[in-house]
């Protein structure tokens, strides 16, 4: 039976997640170039170098060529020669090969189907934030992550390339602390080199308070829901939990990250690791088929809403400005050169970052799937969240 291939880095919180996904679904894969032959992770790469370059890389169920990031990984092909990229898109992908929609990642139901795309949305774009900090701040003396990923190139690169790619690694990802906002506080050492400790830039206020104090708000909400139930959503496994698990997860291989995080939140992290080990696929049996919102979920979502939510409104807010000034360039090649940055603030901590694209549009969905529920559906999930009006933009 030929199985899928995902091209990816378990380093990679999006990597961990598609593969929750898979294993939910127990639809088989090969993922590379950790466990491909020198062949098949040459023949693979060349044909998704050859996609990237002509943008043949596609998304589910659509590409917005104005504000999609493109591409980023990881990636995934059926044949080694089609390549679709995004990892909440490829999980809307699978649910649509799969006509039971009792074991559907996105729910059926509009307002569960709403609170599990917030939770995901929520921690693919502020969770990476928390726990990339977490990884080259919290867990910068320990963690291996240069080794590791020498490890999994072994079968792809020529003879001293994954030594070169080990020590290379490290210092990319500090480097790019900033962009993903981190930035330390002036003359911070790590007690590392310079080049691996995370740096301060002049003119952006700190954020290490904001992210590490965010970071356990995040585990407190999830341990406070995981401590009732099962899952996110109820007695199954949805998108919600695969986003949470793949930016959490990453964590689990960051020895002091990892210790810390088991001391705050233990069910929490017992709950991540059963998911590593694929302990969360569907068994298809109706009696843990079960979805509901619960009210244990208030102190997570009221997290998100203090944190993503604001975000966003004022990503789009600086996104509305820079266009009616012209700017043309934002995501990381504007920060690289320093454009489309604008200063705001979230839970009373000054930030300054720069304007991404794929932010908007994730907002824009957002707020038009809040927008399609009923007024009732509204009032409900607004006993538990505050800050609901947020959405209607």
Not at 55 to 68: A, M, R
Not at 355 to 373: A, D
Request: glycine content about 6%; overall charge neutral.
């Amino acid at each position: 039976m030929q199985k899928d291939i995902i091209w990816g880095v378990e380093l990679s919180c999006f990597t961990l997640k598609v593969q929750a996904c898979f294993q939910h679904y127990r639809r088989p894969y090969l993922r590379l170039p950790d466990q491909g032959s020198y062949w098949q992770n040459t023949k693979t790469l060349l044909a998704l170098e050859h996609a990237k370059h002509n943008k043949l890389v596609g998304k589910f169920p659509t590409f917005d060529p104005d504000k999609d990031e493109y591409p980023a990984v990881p990636f995934h092909s059926i044949d080694g020669k089609h390549f679709q990229y995004d990892s909440s898109s490829i999980a809307g992908w699978l649910d649509s090969l799969t006509p039971e929609t009792n074991e559907h990642l996105y729910p059926e139901d509009k307002l569960e189907n709403f609170i599990a795309s917030l939770i995901d949305e929520a921690f693919d774009e502020f969770g990476l934030y928390l726990v990339h900090h977490m990884r080259w701040v919290g867990s910068a003396k320990s963690n291996q992550m240069g080794n590791r990923l020498g490890r999994e190139f072994r079968h792809a690169l020529p003879p001293g390339g994954p030594w070169l790619l080990s020590k290379s690694f490290p210092k990319r990802q500090v480097r790019r602390c900033p962009y993903l906002f981190s930035v330390a506080p002036v003359n911070y050492r790590s007690g590392l080199s310079r080049e691996l400790s995370p740096p301060a830039l002049e003119g952006f206020p700190e954020t290490h308070t904001l992210l590490n104090e965010s970071w356990r708000q995040y585990l407190k909400g999830m341990e406070a829901v995981l401590a009732e139930q099962p899952y996110l959503l109820g007695h199954r496994f949805t998108i919600a939990d695969a986003s949470a698990y793949g930016q959490l997860g990453m964590n689990l291989v960051d020895p002091e990250t990892a210790q810390l995080m088991k001391e705050l939140a233990p069910i929490t992290h017992d709950w991540l690791t059963r998911i590593y080990e694929g302990k969360h696929q569907t068994t298809k049996d109706p009696s843990n088929e079960k979805l509901y919102i619960s009210e244990a979920l208030g102190s997570l979502l009221n997290t998100i809403m203090s944190t993503f939510s604001a975000l966003m409104i004022q990503n789009r807010q600086a996104y509305e400005s820079a266009k009616a000034n012209q700017v043309s360039v934002f995501n990381e090649a504007a920060f690289d050169k320093r454009k489309a940055l604008y200063d705001g603030k979230l839970r009373g901590y000054p930030f300054r970052s720069v304007v991404k694209t794929f932010q908007v549009k994730v907002w824009e969905e957002l707020c038009q799937k809040w927008k399609s529920l009923s007024e009732n559906e509204q009032s409900e999930l607004a006993k538990l969240v505050q800050l609901c009006e947020m959405f209607d933009i």
